[in-house]
Every structure is written in structure tokens, then in C-alpha cells.
Antibody, heavy 123, light 108 residues
Framework: QVQLVESGGGVVQPGRSLRLSCAAS????????MHWVRQAPGMGLEWLAG????????YYADSMKGRFTISRDNSKNTLYLQMNSLRAEDTALYYC????????????????WGLGTLVTVSS | DIQMTQSPSSLSASVGDRVTITCRAS??????LAWYQQKPGKVPKLLIY???TLQSGVPSRFSGSGSGTDFTLTIGSLQPEDVASYYC??????????FGPGTKVDIK
């Protein structure tokens, strides 16, 4: 059973930083591109960033470029999202998601999702 | 960037009704379109990819169609367990891999 477990969320003041982690298990992590998607309270899904299976290629939503950085450590089966200069509008549940097709960084259909980690940006 | 729209934003239908949700892309995306279901308080679930391919384990009452800019998700016979929000997502090779705004489906 594929498992994706996000952590690192919490309450943070505006302007501060936070690093989210997503621990993967029960599949060959280094064969799959991974992505971050968030959902603000009562709102829809927003794609944030993605990283190829080997970490060489990274993709960002325009609104995240320069503030958010996606990375991965395949030796630790872990995906990361470094979030800087956080704003109130970044308050959301942050999901990591695995693409359906291994060794494919260009067709990000998400077939496995974690339960999410909640980030609240508030003074 | 390609924008994704969905209609309606919400709908209420009776058990057994045929339900259709529309998703439109602002530019052609071939068949690089996925549909997700998110039940209240739950994680999104992949229903359909490549516009019309049913994900393993998804009931056959769900179907998808379309290509280019116009797509539809159809629930052939609405069931109580289908109460959820439904999102389309474009995933052709160019990011951002945008989701539509969602359609909330309720039982009348």
C-alpha cells in the first residue's frame, strides 16, 4: 500500500519560512515524479510545484516562483517544499502527490495523495 | 497560461439521475485531461485520465469524453456515495498543471 505522509505544517507568522516534508513508502520513490498541491479552506485545488523522478527538472506555478522551492532526497524517500516569505493567503492544506506513470515527468496525473499537512499563516 | 473552467459550479440531482459536468480549457490540450473526485473531508481521488480512461477501481458509471478544449465527466446513474466535488486538471507537458475550480455535486 503506497504511503505518502506529509509533515512540517503548523502556525507561522507572516514573512517567516517553513519546510514541508513528504515521506514516501511502499513504492520505488526514485522512479516517480512528485508534486505539491494545496487547498485553502473551503476552496479548490491549486497545483504548486513538481519535480522529476531524478530531481533534475523542477516546475513551479508562476505565483510560487522565487518563494517556494521543491526538492527531493531519493536516498531518504522524501520530498520537500521550502516555503519562504509566507503570507496569509498561503494558509492551506498542503498535499504531496505521486504521478501515476513511473519514469515520466511530463504527464502529471496524480494517482496517490497524502493526507496533507495544514499550514496556517497568522500573526 | 492555459485557464481551466468548469460548469456548473454546483448541482443537485436525484439518485439515479445522469449527471454531466463540463470542463473547458482556454487552449487546446489534446486529451491531457484528468478528473478527480474529492469527498467532504477526504483526499482527492483520480477518476479518469487521458480524458476518457477510467482509473482502476473506479465504478463504470463514471465516464469521460472530449478532446482539445471541451471535456465532460458523466455519472451515468448518480449514487449517494457520489456526493463530492469534482475537479478537472490539465496535464499536458507545459506547466502549470492547472485544476479547474471544481463542481460540487449534491443529492436532491
Amino acid at each position: 500500500q503506497v504511503q505518502l505522509v506529509e509533515s512540517g505544517g503548523g502556525v507561522v507568522q507572516p514573512g517567516r519560512s517553513l519546510r514541508l516534508s513528504c515521506a514516501a513508502s511502499e513504492f520505488t520513490f526514485n522512479n516517480y515524479a512528485m508534486h505539491w498541491v494545496r487547498q485553502a479552506p473551503g476552496m479548490g485545488l491549486e497545483w504548486l510545484a513538481g519535480i522529476s523522478y531524478d530531481g533534475r527538472n523542477k516546475y513551479y506555478a508562476d505565483s510560487m516562483k522565487g518563494r517556494f522551492t521543491i526538492s527531493r532526497d531519493n536516498s531518504k524517500n522524501t520530498l520537500y517544499l521550502q516555503m519562504n516569505s509566507l503570507r496569509a493567503e498561503d494558509t492551506a492544506l498542503y498535499y504531496c502527490a505521486r504521478v501515476k506513470f513511473p519514469l515520466d515527468g511530463y504527464n502529471p496525473v496524480f494517482d496517490q495523495w497524502g493526507l496533507g499537512t495544514l499550514v496556517t499563516v497568522s500573526s | 497560461d492555459i485557464q481551466m473552467t468548469q460548469s456548473p459550479s454546483s448541482l443537485s440531482a436525484s439518485v439515479g439521475d445522469r449527471v454531466t459536468i463540463t470542463c473547458r480549457a482556454s487552449q487546446g490540450i489534446s486529451n491531457y485531461l484528468a478528473w478527480y473526485q474529492q469527498k467532504p473531508g477526504k483526499v482527492p481521488k483520480l477518476l479518469i485520465y487521458a480524458a476518457s480512461t477510467l482509473q482502476s477501481g473506479v465504478p463504470s458509471r463514471f465516464s469521460g469524453s472530449g478532446s482539445g478544449t471541451d471535456f465532460t465527466l458523466t455519472i451515468g446513474s448518480l449514487q449517494p456515495e457520489d456526493v463530492a466535488s469534482y475537479y478537472c486538471q490539465k496535464y499536458n507537458s507545459d506547466p502549470p498543471f492547472t485544476f479547474g475550480p471544481g463542481t460540487k455535486v449534491d443529492i436532491k
